[in-house]
């Protein structure tokens, strides 16, 4: 009986030639090959340029994990050693592997051939020593590159990327800023239109008509120019130490510090901005957020307090002329505020960017979108025949059940062991002590395959009970979409979706043509557990289960926002 393994392998530094991930997994491979086990190359999980610390850039571990955890179609994980697996501290890092051991998967060490064991004293606790001097290497390197770059910053060089308005030069082991007279000139007037009254997007459309460059390949947007706007450095005062990037232990932590921890240094060889201009334009910005005329900036970590949308379509949708989202903006109709579904680079960068100017009245078309759905995607004609087709799929993938099998093999190797264990009684040789082990090793990893094939959701389903179950749950479903919780209906669209809603602009109808594709194969995955395991990812099976949809809407066309009271007094 072949015994599968796995392999994980890793790189901080692309410039560590050691230990390259190619590297690593030739010398995993050897490693198994000399075991007995067999590497299939979709068993092979990496991680290129990124910390043991982080663990949520770590995506290709974390694929590796949520395969262990949904039942791992090996038995082995093979590693070069404990810090290329985890740089977490050390209990924290134990309790990881131990939850890989605890899966059916044994972790093998492949730089020293031992495997990781758990249950005594003795063998966490070196586990624990291990794991936290693996740590205290990421906990050293941050604290001597965060000295570094402290004094980098008190003697005004640079300490990260580029700063529109500035050129990077290199002297000696240092880099430099120097002003750079073109965007110097731009930023100069970004702040006289701040100071004259005009709007963050007012600035950015007239930057993207004149085809002005910026730092982003998008081109201007109204949150470039704010943060452009509150740039300390444009008035000759570098201030870094702003926000904290990583914590203690080496992982991403975006945090804000207090101002008191804020490292200031004058640069007046660098100001740009007088300050008297510099005065005018953040007088006007402050005097603007006290009419509620512009919104507060974001949080560092989030959208702020809002977390929930308000409209069904928000964020599903995107245009066809850029591909951008479509977004919601908020704007005064007569007496009363209205929301419309807007393209976002027309919106924020103006039609230089992107022509398409149309706009949906958010409201009517949640509505139309959601009767729609209900009235041509949760018929029962229509769900049922997609349900009739994933259900043949899933008898032809239940043909090769592999259960029966396992168990033979199980039996197999429990008949060989006794004959094996009867054999080291007679004669004690060492050969035949060694070959008990082995297929000692084989039972083990067997057992363990079979014991999550068994319990992994049972995959002998009726077609008479998947229809009552279809049925009830697509009830449901048609009662969410009455729209009177938004968060609910939302969460309905995106188990439908398979991509985003394509909206295609007709200038001269002033409509739009929305075109949407539907997967059946996720619905039923998501309602019906025993049908997860259908190939929905295989091509044919995809193509089965995908129903497309199409529909006409007439939209608003134009710009013809009025101002507010407050602001036109403003």
Known sequence: MKIYAAIYARRSDPKEVSVTVTNQIEDAKAFA???????????????????????????????????????????????????????????????????????????????????????????????????????????????????????????????????????NVRNGKNTERVINTEQADVIVWIFERCAAGDSHRQIAHALNAKGVKGNTRGGWADYNIQQLLKRDIYRGELVYNKTKQKNDDGA???????????????????????????????????????????????????????????????GFAKCSVCGASMIAVQRLKGQQRVHWLVCSVNHKQGPSKCANGLRFDMKTLDAFFAKRLADDVLDPDVYRDALTRALAIHAKASDDDTTDQLQKDLDRLDANLKQLALAVERSGADAVVDLLTKRTEERRALAAQLKRQLAAPSRKLTPARCKAEADARMAEFRDGLTLSDTFAARTILDTFLEDRIVCTPDQKACSYRLDWTVDFGQVFSAILPGLSLMPFSTTGAQHKLLRKYSAKVQALKGASWRKSPRRAAA
């Open 252 to 314: 991403d932590c975006k945090q804000r510090r207090p101002e008191s921890e804020w490292i200031r240094t004058s640069v007046p060889q660098l100001q740009i901005v007088s300050d008297d201009l510099w005065k005018k334009a953040q007088d006007r910005m402050a005097a603007k957020i006290v009419d509620g005329n512009m919104h507060q900036p974001k949080r560092l970590t989030g959208r702020g307090q809002r977390t929930r949308q308000q409209y069904f379509l928000s």
């Open 33 to 167: 090959a000399s075991k007995g086990w067999t590497v299939r190359d979709q068993d092979i999980f990496t991680d290129e340029g990124v910390s043991g610390a982080n663990v949520k850039r770590l995506r290709g571990r974390q694929r590796l994990l949520d395969t262990i955890h949904d039942g791992a179609p090996f038995g082995v994980l093979v590693v070069r050693d404990e810090s290329r697996f985890t740089r977490r501290p050390g209990l924290r890092a134990m309790l990881e592997m131990i939850d890989v051991a605890e899966a059916g998967v044994d972790l093998w060490w492949y730089q020293t051939g031992q495997k990781f064991e758990h249950g005594s004293m003795e063998q966490e606790l070196g586990t624990l020593v291990k794991t936290y001097g693996n740590n205290k290497v990421v906990r050293d390197t941050s604290a001597w590159l965060t000295t570094a770059l402290v004094k980098k910053a008190k003697a005004g060089f640079v300490t990260g990327g580029r700063t529109y308005g500035y050129t």
